[in-house]
Every structure is written in C-alpha cells, then in structure tokens.
C-alpha cells in the first residue's frame, strides 16, 4: 500500500490544487491532503475552514483523505506510514525552493521520497495569495477556485 501525502498551506484551496490531487490520487493508494498553518504566512481561514473546503471538493475522489498537521512534515509522514510526498511545480522559480526542501527532508528522513508533478498549464499562474487578494477587492475567482468553495470565500470578505 502506497501511502502518499500531499501537503501545503492551501488557504483556500484552487483549481490547481485540485488538479494535483485529482492526478496524485492515481497514483497512490491512499493520498492524504495535509494542511499545515504554515507559521511564516498569516492564515484568512482556520485550519477547519481549510480542511472542510478541501473536503468537499474531493468528496467524489474515494482515496483522498484531509487532515490537519503541525510540526514537521516528515514526523506527520511517519505517523502516517507514507512513503512519498507529492509537490507540484508551476515555474522554474518553484524549484529552488521545492528542492531545498527535499533535500532537507531527506536529510530527515532517508525512506521518504518524493513525486514532483508539473501544474497543468491553464493553472501556472495560480496562488492562494492571487485568490486572497482579488476575493479581498470582490473581483471574480471562479475561473481559480472550485465552484463548490466561491461562496465561502466570497463570505469570508464580506465579514471584513
Ligand atoms: N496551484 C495553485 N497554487 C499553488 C500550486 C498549485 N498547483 N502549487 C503551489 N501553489 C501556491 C500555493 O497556493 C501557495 O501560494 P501562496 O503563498 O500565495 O499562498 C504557494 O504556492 C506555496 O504554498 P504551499 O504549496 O501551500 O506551500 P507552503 O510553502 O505554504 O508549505 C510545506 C509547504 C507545507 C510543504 C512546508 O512548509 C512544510 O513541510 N512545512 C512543515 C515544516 C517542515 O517540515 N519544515 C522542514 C522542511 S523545509
């Protein structure tokens, strides 16, 4: 059993991010979605705000599962049983960063591997942060985000 884990701060979740789910989730097991309060961002939505979204557009994909994390990613790997974690990449300038990254994880933890998917293109251009700032000045994500999540992320500006 392959037990992989994709994970990220997903605040909120995109098309992109669900692309690599939909396309990770094929090729493992069992595809654990982690989301982590990454400590050197400020967060819009909670950890459980995150999670449910995340939950609800990957309702239909039988072998994801959503689960919150803190700490280290290669403890959470552990406990978990996974064997690889899953990055995607939208540009070159990714890289750098995703392969400090792996290297420093594997100096963690030898076992851990890691599967790099390349962003579809229509999603290159896609962060949270581009999501957060144009929902923040009531401009239209829907070509970003899940259909299923506009309404809540739409919401969480309105109460700004
Ligand atoms: N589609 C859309 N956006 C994407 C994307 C895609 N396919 N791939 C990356 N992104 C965006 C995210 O939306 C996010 O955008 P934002 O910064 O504008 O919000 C950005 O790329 C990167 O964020 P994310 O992929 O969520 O990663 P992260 O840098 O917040 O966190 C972790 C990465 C969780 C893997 C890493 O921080 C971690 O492992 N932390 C645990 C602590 C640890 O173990 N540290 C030691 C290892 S160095």
Do not use: C, W
Not at 49 to 76: A, R, Y
Not at 83 to 101: C, H, K, N, P
Not at 124 to 132: E, G
């Amino acid at each position: 059993m392959v037990v992989g884990i994709y994970p990220g701060s997903f605040d909120p979740v995109t098309l992109g991010h669900l692309d690599l789910i939909k396309r990770s989730a094929k090729m493992v097991d069992t595809l654990i979605v982690g989301v982590l309060n990454n400590k050197k961002k400020v967060p819009v939505f909670t950890e459980e705000e995150k999670k449910s979204m995340i939950e609800l557009v990957t309702k239909d994909i039988p072998n994801v599962q959503v689960e919150v994390f803190e700490g280290l990613l290669v403890d959470f790997a552990r406990i978990k049983k996974a064997g690889v974690i899953i990055r995607g990449l939208r540009a070159v300038s990714d890289f750098e960063y995703e392969l400090q990254m792996t290297q420093l994880n594997r100096q963690l933890e030898k076992s851990l591997d890691n599967i790099f998917l390349t962003a579809s293109l229509e999603y290159t251009y896609l962060s949270s942060s581009a999501v957060r700032e144009i929902a923040s000045y009531h401009g239209d994500i829907s070509s970003m985000v899940p259909a299923q999540i506009i309404d809540l992320v739409e919401e969480k500006y309105k109460k700004k």
